[in-house]
């Protein structure tokens, strides 16, 4: 029996109501997941507050006083955040013609590219910028389970929808480059702009932009080291959808394409990078800082100085830390080759050290390996036995070792033996600060600080030598109101046991065994004359000269008996730049400053540094003593850096570098030799920067074997020449060439005739007088 019609349209009713039940159904059944996702049924999502400050670890940023980032502190993310109108035109260009053509169109999620993507999979993938932050900021990678990914996929569109509701569009896209991590510790955009390419973000051009978007796509596939080539590709790609999208000529495009990547590497870790043992100094600083419960957060918590996002201002200035630095590499290289060659096994068979025995040398080897690094890792970290750790030191191991003429080597040592291969490295330190404001400059505490940690700017102390004198005449001018002009005989000189504390009679030599005539002030300041300067501690007395230096800032135990006339305490460079800078600054002595504030990642001011001074010295007593020191550079140990031409002297061809410094403005300064040369001083001055030099072996027991080239004038001296030379052709930096400022009332005579003992004082050979070598260094 057939069909009627009736019942063929019921038929077919049916179907259209199973149609629209099953469409309606699955409508709905979207609209409960996403509502269930959405209200945290398949795991938490982001709140209101959530997603207004995303929670994002922040690197704390090292700032000069020049404005530019130094370097960052962080533990995994080495991010901080730019702001939109930081970034370039042509980078946000390629990320959108990239990632997101249709990016000011939509609302979140792409309903073209997502109907594209479903009908014709292969395509093309429909992920908004919006999707991919959100990505990037709650859950990271996806999941490789089917439903747990689609899980993933809807979060990301609830959570995009969200975002595009909270902020801008240039917000989200600040986001986005602010968040992503693009390898190298190149965290966020602004990291990546200055490692990959030295520079600031808004100072890329389109294809560096190009580049970093092409990143995007895996930044650990494309990885512009490892793979290069890949990368070049992957940039090019992006090159031609920013044509394709009107952003960029073709030609331009042509062009750029056949371009290289053209990276300047620049890696920012702990151990690389410009003032490293600054940085090490700083971290100390703001662990103590954020200890300190006064500088707790609102909330009774730390500030975490990798994950915060603090910024700290430093006075440390870029230009003049890297003037400083390059100075230190380029004299370095040179007095260190000459070290070696006077310390191959043919020339010293103990190399590198002299005046020692065999047992001696085994004794300060032993001494060595229980303070180093290895021993107390192995011992506390590894728990192993002194037996085990002794026969560790003897295994030849694979190890990277410092050189200076062919950078690191991979080698096979036994660490015993690389540790005396260290041994023989001369050290370095140098700090350089404005005598007015007590800002420190220049900080460099070594010549590598991935492979030498130790700061020789605070934390080593030596002994300072003839450095110290200007603490013993300044005490005379103080208390006996002497001119540079009084004379007194160079005849030996000795101050009785008993007096003053001696234990025994103390009577310091002259280095180049001269005791006849007198001698100015001056001119025996700057000819280190030590009998002079006994008979000027006998008139003082050492508690005051003592005190004084300790006025002056040295916190460095300085023992009151006559012999520190000579420069026997050890204290630091640090100690001794303050101090000196007090004679520059009219006797008023200044807390050298490092960090000047600390603001929060919102730029909330958490510290302020609030200037310590204190009256020392009066302007007449700091103002002469300046002119004492002036004598140093002009007549004495110091006259070479006056010199405009080039002496014969082998010293001069392969040490001094930068030789002949051709300076004519007034310096003062003062040049220090320690017994045996173990250690070499400058102290150099001018009106508005102190600067300090110190060269040194690690064991005092390294040392050249004669004054030619152990002295301080040729060990540190030309470190500070080299520097100064540099500053003061960066006109930028103002530093001074003017006369140091003279008292509106001074009583003293300072402009006696120059060098009138001159002729009869035979202080040597000027052309490379001879230091002051302390002979008797017991107390």
Not at 177 to 183: A, L, S, T, V
Not at 441 to 447: L, Y
Request: hydrophobic share 35%; glycine share 8%.
């Amino acid at each position: 029996m057939a069909k009627t019609k009736k019942q063929e349209t019921t038929g077919f009713e049916k179907y259209i109501r199973w149609f629209w039940m099953l469409f309606l159904g699955g409508i709905l059944l979207i609209v409960l997941i996403f509502f269930l996702a959405s209200v945290g049924a398949f795991g938490e999502m982001p709140d209101h507050t959530q997603l207004e400050n995303p929670e994002t670890n922040l690197a704390t940023e090292i700032i000069s006083s020049d404005g530019k980032t130094l370097a960052k502190f962080y533990l995994n993310d080495n991010r901080t955040p730019v702001r939109y109108e930081d970034l370039p035109q042509n980078l946000i260009d390629a990320l959108v013609a990239t990632e997101d053509a249709r990016y000011y169109d939509h609302s979140g999620i792409d309903a073209r590219g997502l109907l594209r993507a479903v009908l014709k999979p292969g395509s093309g993938g429909a992920s908004t910028i919006s999707q991919q932050l959100a990505k990037q900021l709650f859950h990271g990678e996806g999941s490789k389970n089917i439903a747990e990914r689609l899980i993933q996929k809807i979060k990301e569109w609830i959570i995009a929808v969200r975002l595009e509701r909270q902020y801008t569009k240039e917000e989200i896209i600040a986001q986005y480059f602010n968040i992503y991590d693009f390898g190298n510790n190149a965290d966020g955009i602004r990291s990546a702009a200055r490692i990959y390419f030295g520079k600031e973000p808004k100072e890329l051009t389109v294809k560096e932009s190009a580049m970093l978007v092409g990143m995007f796509k895996n930044s650990s596939l494309y990885n512009p080291r490892r793979n290069p080539v890949g990368v070049k590709n992957r940039r090019n790609v992006v090159l031609a959808q920013m044509t394709k999208y009107g952003v960029l000529d073709q030609k331009i495009k042509d062009s750029l394409q056949k371009t290289e990547l053209d990276l300047n590497f620049n890696p920012e870790s702990h151990n690389d990078g410009t003032a490293t043992y600054f940085r090490e100094y700083l971290r100390a600083f703001l662990k103590d800082w954020a200890n300190d419960k006064k500088n707790y957060k609102a909330d009774g918590s730390k500030y975490n100085i990798y994950q915060d996002g603090l910024k700290v201002y430093t006075t440390i200035d870029s230009r003049m830390q890297k003037y400083a630095e390059d100075a230190v590499v380029k004299h370095m290289k040179k007095l260190q080759a000459e070290f070696f060659h006077q310390n191959t096994p043919d020339r010293n068979p103990t190399a590198p050290f002299l005046d020692l025995d065999k047992d001696e040398i085994e004794s300060l080897m032993q001494r060595s390996m229980r303070q180093s690094e290895r021993w107390r890792h192995m011992k506390y970290d590894l728990k192993k036995s002194e037996k085990e750790i002794i026969a560790s030191f003897n295994k030849p191991t694979e190890m990277t070792i410092f050189s200076w003429e062919r950078g690191e080597i991979d080698t096979i040592m036994k660490p015993m033996d690389s540790m005396r291969y260290y041994k023989h490295f001369l050290q370095p330190g140098l700090m350089s600060m404005d005598p007015q404001t007590g800002h420190v400059k220049a900080w460099v505490g070594g010549m590598n600080y991935k492979h030498f940690k130790y700061d020789h700017v605070k934390q080593g102390k030596r002994q300072v030598g003839s450095t110290f004198k200007p603490f013993v005449y300044a005490t005379a001018i103080n208390q006996l109101h002497m001119s540079p002009c009084d004379k007194l005989p160079k005849a030996p000189y000795t101050i009785e046991a008993g007096k003053f504390g001696n234990q025994k009679a103390w009577a310091p030599k002259n280095s180049n065994g001269d005791y006849s005539g007198e001698m100015t002030l001056k001119a025996a300041l700057a000819n280190s004359v030590n009998t002079i300067t006994a008979r000027l501690m006998d008139k003082v007395g050492p508690e005051p000269v003592s005190k004084l230096a300790r006025d002056l800032g040295v916190e460095s135990e300085i023992p009151a008996v006559p012999s520190i006339a000579l420069g026997t305490p050890d204290i630091s460079l640090y100690e001794m730049v303050g101090a000196y800078s007090a004679f520059a600054n009219q006797g008023v002595y200044t807390k050298p400053v490092m960090v000047t504030t600390i603001v929060d990642k919102n730029d909330t001011v958490l510290y302020q540094f609030v200037p310590e001074t204190r009256d020392v010295l009066s302007e007449e007593a700091a103002y002469v003593t300046v002119k004492l020191m002036e004598g140093v550079t002009t007549e004495g140990s110091g006259a070479r850096l006056r010199r405009t031409w080039m002496p014969n002297s082998g010293v001069y061809k392969e040490i001094i570098t930068g030789y002949p410094y051709g300076f004519t403005n007034p310096i003062a300064g003062k040049t220090g030799t320690t017994q045996n040369q173990s250690d070499g001083w400058f102290m150099g001055m001018v009106p508005n920067l102190v600067t300090g030099v110190w060269v040194g072996a690690e064991d005092r027991a390294a040392h050249f074997k004669s004054i030619t080239y152990g002295q301080g004038a040729s060990m540190a001296l030309p470190i500070w020449g080299m520097y100064m030379k540099s500053c003061y052709e960066d006109k930028e930096l103002d530093v001074s060439k003017d006369q140091f400022e003279k008292p509106k009332d001074l009583s003293i005579i300072v402009d006696c005739d120059k060098y009138e003992e001159g002729n009869n004082s035979n202080s040597g050979d000027l052309d490379m007088p001879e230091e002051d070598v302390p002979d008797e260094l017991e107390f």
